[in-house]
Nanobody
Framework: QVQLVESGGGLVQPGGSLRLSCAASGSIFNSNVMAWYRRAPGKERELVAT???????NYIDSVKGRFTISRDNAKNTVYLQMNSLKPEDTALYYC?????????????WGQGTQVTVSS
């Protein structure tokens, strides 16, 4: 059974930090490139970062140097460490396998975890 459970979001002031976690079922996690996505109010879902099964990472330009994606293969868990948060990082954050944007509407998604950056 497919399972994605995101946690760790919250309200944080600009410049603050949060660490998101995502527990995934083994059928999704094993050997797959995992990713974090976000969707801000009124905007499309956006790919934020990816990590391969051996730890090669990639980020969108707006989060480079501030966010770090990692994974624990033994725990089927992927993380997103977010530092120097900005108001424009406010969004609902999701994890999943790496998907083409054309597949977003057809994929299974967890409930997400809300990140709000505000003073």
């Amino acid at each position: 059974q497919v399972q994605l459970v995101e946690s760790g979001g919250g309200l944080v002031q600009p410049g603050g930090s949060l660490r998101l976690s995502c527990a995934a079922s083994g059928s999704i996690f094993n050997s797959n490139v995992m990713a974090w996505y976000r969707r801000a109010p009124g905007k499309e879902r956006e790919l934020v970062a990816t990590i391969t099964s051996v730890g090669v990472t990639n980020y969108i330009d707006s989060v480079k140097g501030r966010f770090t994606i990692s994974r624990d293969n033994a725990k089927n868990t992927v993380y997103l460490q977010m530092n120097s948060l900005k108001p424009e990082d406010t969004a609902l954050y999701y994890c999943n396998v790496a998907l083409r944007s054309s597949r977003y509407d057809y994929a299974y998604w967890g409930q997400g975890t809300q990140v709000t950056v505000s003073s």
